[in-house]
């Protein structure tokens, strides 16, 4: 069955969703699309028109609608495979799953799930959901596989299992799996004197720094570079924290860059909830959480000693630097810090990317151009500078 992926509610997602389709979440070891494509052969994905050129949709003869936002499990699959053409999967009358051959959602025959099943629903529920998703993910890929072993100069502990891939090097680390498993990706590395506890993952020539502490609930995507104090947060890839400086409860997009002792606070002194920005309401939205770090998107940066609120959503291509603590709230493409912002041009803003993806032998395409000068485009409106 050919399965493409479908984005609701993108809005409610910005800003990580303005350069990707929601199925290029990574939640756990995976990102939403890449768990989809354990099961199914041909998955692609239904998102907005100016990213269909870097994210195309493949039509077939028949076709398999699935909820982008929503992450497989195998109660799940067995209800999404039993649908019969022209019939329409939903929970709490929310569409799940379409077996049709267009996308459409009326004059079908509605069936209810009686499934449960995890959805990205908001940008917390990347880190809410990460831990249980490590484990997840954890059991399929190594299911069956033999790990390569442990040196002798690092130690485990705990009874959950350590998994690393070919090429991944470890130097005199300690790597405790009482609570969860750890799953070190193909040429990753480890530097000497990380602590590191489970459940945890890093994905594909990814690097903890010498010295860092990672804590569970933790996910490194591919080729990011990794120091200091991490705690229950996901890098979605090519971002880099290389020094000192707590990142917890969090959230970083692509070629992000945090600048040496870079802080995040992620408990308000006040212990009261944390709201953030939330571009679809257009006002700060409770999140029903104690503990909320840093939302950012990706191509941002920000310098040495940068300080961030509780709850800070930063959008796309932005740069921050200055003393203090700057706004909770970044718009795209916004240069400055607590002293105020200007408006990151574009043709600035894109020299960087090309110069930071040639970096990591990638080409800046002409797509990414692209979706970044929409980004700008939508998000022109926040930027009253």
């Given at each position: 069955?050919n399965v493409?992926?479908f984005?609701?509610?993108?809005?409610n997602?910005?800003?990580?969703?303005?350069?990707?389709?929601?199925?290029?979440?990574?939640?756990g070891?995976?990102t939403?699309k890449?768990?989809w494509e354990?099961?199914?052969?041909?998955v692609?994905v239904l998102?907005e028109d100016?990213?269909?050129?870097?994210?195309?949709c493949?039509?077939?003869k028949?076709?398999l609608?699935?909820?982008a936002?929503?992450?497989?499990?195998?109660?799940?699959l067995?209800e999404?495979n039993?649908l019969?053409k022209?019939?329409v999967?939903?929970k709490?009358?929310?569409?799940?799953?379409?077996n049709?051959?267009e996308?459409?959602?009326?004059n079908?025959?509605e069936i209810e799930?009686?499934?449960?099943f995890k959805k990205?629903?908001n940008?917390?529920?990347i880190?809410?959901?990460n831990?249980?998703?490590?484990n997840?993910?954890?059991d399929i890929?190594t299911?069956g596989r033999k790990?390569?072993?442990?040196?002798?100069?690092?130690m485990k502990?705990g009874?959950f299992?350590?998994?690393i891939?070919?090429g991944?090097?470890i130097?005199?680390?300690?790597?405790n799996?009482?609570?969860?498993p750890?799953?070190?990706g193909k040429?990753a590395e480890?530097?000497?004197?990380?602590?590191?506890?489970?459940?945890?993952?890093?994905s594909?020539?990814?690097?903890?720094k010498i010295m860092?502490?990672?804590y569970?609930g933790?996910?490194?995507?591919p080729?990011?570079?990794?120091?200091?104090e991490v705690?229950?947060?996901?890098f979605?890839?090519?971002?880099?924290?290389v020094h000192?400086?707590?990142l917890?409860?969090s959230?970083?997009?692509e070629?992000c860059n945090l600048g040496?002792d870079t802080?995040?606070?992620?408990?308000k002194n006040?212990?009261?909830e944390?709201?953030?920005?939330?571009y679809k309401?257009?006002?700060?939205?409770?999140?029903?959480l104690q503990?909320?770090?840093l939302?950012?998107?990706d191509?941002s940066?920000?310098?040495?000693n940068?300080m961030?609120?509780?709850?800070t959503?930063?959008g796309?291509?932005?740069?921050?630097f200055?003393?203090?603590?700057?706004?909770?709230f970044?718009p795209?493409y916004s240069?400055?810090g607590c002293?105020?912002f200007?408006t990151?041009?574009t043709?600035?803003?894109?020299e960087v990317a090309?110069?930071?993806m040639?970096?990591?032998?990638?080409?800046?395409?002409d797509?990414?151009?692209k979706?970044?000068?929409?980004v700008?485009?939508?998000?022109s409106?926040?930027?009253?500078?």
């Open positions: 069955m493409i992926l984005d609701t509610d993108r809005e997602l910005y800003p990580l969703s303005l350069t990707r389709p929601i199925s290029h979440f990574r939640v070891i995976l939403i890449e768990k354990l099961y199914y052969k041909s692609s998102t100016y990213l269909t050129e870097k994210f195309p493949k039509i077939k028949e076709n609608w699935i909820n936002s929503v992450i497989p499990n195998d109660d799940l067995t999404i039993s019969r022209g019939e999967l939903k709490f009358s929310e569409v799940i799953a379409i049709n051959h996308f459409i959602t009326e079908l025959d799930s009686n499934s449960s990205v629903d940008l917390w529920d880190f809410t959901l831990s249980d998703e490590i997840s993910d954890f890929l299911k790990s390569q072993k442990l040196g002798e100069s690092s502990i009874n299992p350590l998994f891939e070919k991944a090097k130097q005199s680390s300690f790597i799996c009482t609570n969860g750890v799953y070190i040429e480890i530097m000497e004197g990380c602590f590191i506890r489970g459940p945890f993952a890093m594909n020539n990814s690097v903890l860092s502490r990672i569970e933790t996910t490194l995507g080729y990011c570079k990794v120091g200091g705690n229950n947060s996901v979605f890839g090519y971002s880099s924290k000192e400086g707590y917890g409860n959230v970083i997009g070629w040496a802080n995040t606070s992620n408990l006040n212990y009261e944390v709201k953030i920005w939330n309401t257009e006002r700060f939205k409770k999140t029903g503990f909320c770090g939302i950012m998107s191509h940066k920000c310098g040495i940068t961030f609120n509780t709850g959503v930063v796309v291509s932005a740069n921050i200055g003393s203090g603590f700057p706004r909770n970044i795209s240069w400055g002293s105020g200007t990151y041009k043709n600035k803003a894109f090309k110069v930071v040639n970096r990591r032998d990638l080409e800046f395409t797509s990414d151009k979706i970044l000068k929409k700008f485009e939508l998000t409106k926040y930027r009253n500078y």
